[in-house]
């Protein structure tokens, strides 16, 4: 039994994968050689933690002939954002009676899958959107002033409703249906998304922690600005060590450059708010629409010194704060001590929370307070509403 | 196919089964063990002596319970009862009265002082057609673990089938030794010598001149039938432990995609409907409102239990989320598998491993060659160990004084090969697993990345493990900064 014979690989179908998505793996053996191994045990290993087995399994035990070639797969489904690796690969080799065996683990046999927040939120704005001539729009789609924009945008077809004098009469005769033609008035800004990293957002259930409903507002936030050709920026931050930037773009591949940025941090360290904006206003001093994502659990004194870097520069500032105990809260059967505890915390938080806005009130930035059920709504609402009344143009 | 080709595997080898019964009996002399020297059958005879047993043992207490409590009743009362009288009495009374209770071997009621004897006698009796019995039994276990084998693959009844056979010749075997050895000191055990011996004379002579009159004889042929029995069950093994996972791995993921298929179509009513009946029960208990942030920051009109609300909430939504989500993900899965098998023609094949299950063909090949070369070798060396005159002259090249000498007809010359070939297997085995063991040492050595990557997936290296080392490194850090 010559185990260098056995050429094993595997075959991802996508090495980028969103949340809720699925990725098809796929393993190749090859015996390479002359003899057949009577016994062969191949598995592929994952991490339960953070991949589900839906369909397939990931072993197999057969034989396999001289030159011969045997492929299994199953499909996977990523439980968290992230980069995490799949593998290694294992083989077994035993002998026809069970008496001998070989175990050996496949150099080079782990591959690396990128699983970005889940696209859900984004589906359901892009389902929205596309039910927009029956007037259930909701944001995706840009909420053009028609008629008072002077900047052609686009032609489609008429749905009942639009004004007439939009009508392109040759466009109409070409094509023989009513196509109307779309101006937009608006001017592009640019959207800074700033999120805490730190290690507090990562309080509750492992796949819905504060930080990840963050990350999935920013995605969703970044998606509809994108969509109204806004420029969009992601500054991720706790400490010194963990401080990510990327500086902001415009167009459907920067959507995908935002999924890799923000799929790869992990929440960690301690909030150092300060530090984190001196570092955010040395790579970035244009006016723009900061959206910054953060449970503001650091002493209020930091919350205040750290927004204060900001306000020089014009910014228009928006803290989203999910409140961490209807975050935190996801164990169902609490008994009468935990509830009365959990009641206290709640009202310590507010009270924090209080003293924080009733600090910054003077500098007219708003802070959102936001739950799970509400975070993506008020975040899309708080965006739209900025954009209507102009605000970092 | 391979499922046909598992059943005919397992036809054969009850056939072989069959065949080696025949031989077996041809050897073995059931009357023997069937019945006792009286004629009468071994196991009524064997039940019989273990009532006899019984009634002596039994009868025999009673009475010296009886003389006991007359001894101490005349020694305490002397001067009212007469001690002989007393014994006439008992002696009397179980003689012609309580006697009637019990069923005496040979009709007469034995005296106290005869029971020790009897009592011996029935033991060796009950000895003797033990040792009877013991053959019919193993002869019943060869037979039930041969159909159990049959009916479920599992090596080890095989060998309890083929162990139970075997036993019956080794055990006449070794008290016709036993009895041998004791010859050699002039010392003979009667009730040893006296055991019925089933065994055919025919297997003490062995032709080991003639190879093909070697291979003819009934022991030879019943070891190498019970040998191709147990290889053909070690085959059905293999070929069962091979291509079932294959097989159940194919049926069921078939079966689950048969499911996800159908499912998959007409899930998104049952979605909706779900959220359709969360939302009015939400309404109902008129949740939802009441537990918005704004609500509780303002905490004006009135004051609710902010976590009471939230749980009884969360309660409804994990009924809810977990319906929900197993109806969507059905939903999803089935698109998306729907997607998979247009975008990749080979994918159903490689989900359900239909491909990679062993084929028919190639495992009857190699079974049937396997068999082949086994059985030739095992044949061959059975016949040079048995036979190792050929051996020593012809390979060892040896001089006449010692082939030719009367110690080669000794059985102990055979043990000169037998010993130098049984070695051999388990010497290789261990040169060849410490070859292989040092070379992936080396080799993982190289790749020193592979366990830092296992500790990570943490399926396969143990939490434990892991720990230690660390802990180990810690105090080397420890130690180095002191």
Known sequence: MNVEELRVHRELEKEKVFKDDFVHVKVVVENTGKNSFDFLEIRDYYNPELFRLVLGENFISTRIGPKGLIKFSYVLEPKVRGEYPLGPLSITVKDRLGFNSE???????????????PYEDIKKIEILGSKRSLQLNYGLQRSKQKGLGSEFYGMRKYVFGDQFRLIDWKASARTQQLIVKEYESERDITVMIVIDSSNSMAGGAIENTKFEYAIRAGMLLTKVALTRRDSVGVFTFSDKKNMQFLKPGKGEDHFYQVLDFVAKIKPEGKNRIVEGM???????????????????????????????????????????????????????????????????????????????????RNLGINIVTVGPDDMMTQVLGTYMEAKKKGKAF | MVRYYLKILKIINALIFVWLILVFLSIFDFNEVLFTSDGEFALFSFIDSIKNIFTFIIFAGAYIIAIGCAFIATTVFLPFINRDF???????????????????????????????????NEISIFFGDFYLILFQLLFVISIIYAIRTFLKTNPKHDLIAVGALVLMIIV???????????????????????????????????????????????????????YLYIELAFQINYTETVTRPSLERSDRLEIQLEILKSESHYITANVEKIKEEAKSRMEELEIGEKTTISKFFAKTSEKFSYIKEMIEKRKLEEEEKKLVTAASKTRRLGRYVERLYREDIEAQDTLTARSSAPRAQSLALSTFLNILIRLVVLIIISFIIIHPKWFLEDVFNLPPAITESVVMFSPEIILLLLLPIMLIFPIVSKIVSFIKHRNLIIRLQQEGRIKEILTSVGDYVKKEDIKEKEAKEEVKAEEAVT
């Open chain 2, 86 to 120: 007393m014994f006439s009495f008992i002696d009397g009374f179980f003689k012609n009265f309580l006697n009637l209770w019990f069923t005496f071997p040979d009709g007469t009621t034995p005296d106290l002082n005869q029971i020790p004897d009897l009592i011996l």
């Open chain 2, 172 to 226: 006449p075997l070794i008290f016709s030794g036993f009895n041998e050895l004791l010859d050699l000191f002039h010392v003979s055990i009667e009730y040893l010598e006296d055991l019925p011996n089933p065994l055919d004379p025919s297997l003490n002579s062995i032709p080991i001149d003639n190879f093909f009159l070697f291979l003819a004889s009934p022991v030879i042929l019943l070891a190498i039938i019970s």
């Open chain 1, 103 to 117: 175990e050996r683990i496949v150099p080079d046999s782990v591959s690396d899958i990128l699983v970005y927040p």
């Open chain 1, 278 to 360: 001196d570092y955010f206003i040395r790579r970035f001093q244009k006016r723009s629409l900061i959206f910054y994502i953060s449970d503001l659990e650091s002493p209020i004194k930091e919350i205040g010194q750290g927004i204060r870097k900001l306000v020089p520069f014009n910014h228009s500032i928006i803290i989203i704060n999910p409140f961490s105990p209807w975050f935190e809260i996801h164990e169902i059967d609490l008994s009468t001590t935990d509830k009365a505890l959990a009641e206290a915390i709640s009202e310590e938080m507010m009270e924090h929370i209080l003293k924080v806005k009733q600090d910054i």
